[in-house]
């Protein structure tokens, strides 16, 4: 009798995954097209450091406002209203920084065009939890992780050559006119989804669970194990976000790269993430999870360290590469944080994570400024300081309390 109702869901869930994927692939291209160059094109348009970390720690404290509200609106609507409104609010962004060349159009444009990335990843999260297995979520995630990294290898690579060939003005409007014709291709895949039966958006007049119903009961639900990720995660993210608005600084403005070398160092950069994604997530499922985590935070931590010395292109490349390794535990890390979530509300799980440790990790970007002031290796200093505490607190509380 419900043979065919369970074949349904399981197709409609592969089709969505399908045209999530390609959904991802246009809208990342899209997006990297520009925003990776978007503080050298701050400093073009006379912003000051300043302001370049004001646009970066938008980036992440969006990133965190984003994800709850994401999560919420995927249990309520489902996944394929959801996601058509989330690219809706992103064109509109890109519009404005398109007609607007002002660096104020970027720091308010980024409340709409960082909409899609930032709302749409608890929509991600769940549709890898509800289409695979629990022992293959960390394989489903390397996958993903690994589609996504294609178009951020090849959209600076398109963006770099534009602005070379037009420079910073003209290069980066042809690249935001790129980025909205895909960001239509975008939506025409999430049109396309089909909403599994029994989602949000078919029972929305059903009772919503009695538990981990609001934000505080959400956190309240965290395992114990999930707490202790959090705050290694918030640490490590520190490490990450310091320097993050300023590597292209360094390397066009002390390593002497223009845009297009720049982007050879982000394919080099995506290449090296793609290589273990998918090895390291199939071990990582085989063998658990956990060392590989350890590991990929060590990378972090390396990064910031080889940038003391790469002040040429080849060292400058060779540090791309560290910053690469970092995604070698990634997967496992989000597959982490999905087997700890609560099931009755997983989506919000993932938003709560987000919006709490970025939230948090906001700061980083305007102590990254203040370091960036008084010098670039004051800041990768500071960078690294972090990364290696929060590498130690994961092995001390969550690493080694797993293995005694």
Known sequence: MNTWPAIARFLALRRNTSLLLGALVLALTGERLWLGFAPKYLESLGAGVFVIGLFDALQTLLGALYAYPGGWLTD???????????????????????????????VLGAFLFLAWSALSLPATFTVVATSLESGRHTMGIGVQSMVRRVPMMLGPLAGGWLVNRFGWAQGVRWALLVCISLAVLTALFQWFMVEPRGSSAE?????????????????KSFSPALRELLVSDILIRFCERIPYAFVILW????????AQ??????????????LCYVPVAHLADKYGRRPFVLVTFVFFTLFPVTLLW???????????????????????????????????????????????????????????????????????????????????????????RERS
């Open 310 to 400: 790469a002040d040429n292109c080849f060292w400058l490349a060779a540090a791309f590469a560290v910053r690469g390794l970092k995604e070698f535990g990634e997967p496992a890390r989000k597959a982490l944080i999905i087997a700890e979530a609560p099931t009755e509300a997983r989506s919000r799980a993932f938003g709560a994570y987000y919006l709490i440790r970025d939230c948090v990790v906001t700061s980083g970007s305007f102590l990254g400024a203040w370091l960036w002031s008084i010098s670039p290796r004051t800041n990768f200093i500071g960078a690294a300081s972090c990364g290696a505490l929060g590498t130690l607190w994961f092995w001390w509380f969550v690493f080694r």
């Open 251 to 258: 390397a066009m403005n002390h390593g002497g790269l223009n």
């Open 203 to 219: 029972t929305k007049g059903a009772a919503t669970p009695a538990r981990a119903s609001t934000f505080v009961e959400v956190v």
């Open 261 to 274: 070398r720049f982007s050879y160092l982000v394919a080099i950069e995506m290449g090296s993430a793609m």
């Open 76 to 106: 309520r609507w489902g996944q394929r209203r959801s996601l058509l409104f989330f690219n809706a609010l992103s064109l509109g962004g890109y519009v404005l920084v398109l007609f607007w060349q002002h660096w104020l159009a970027l």
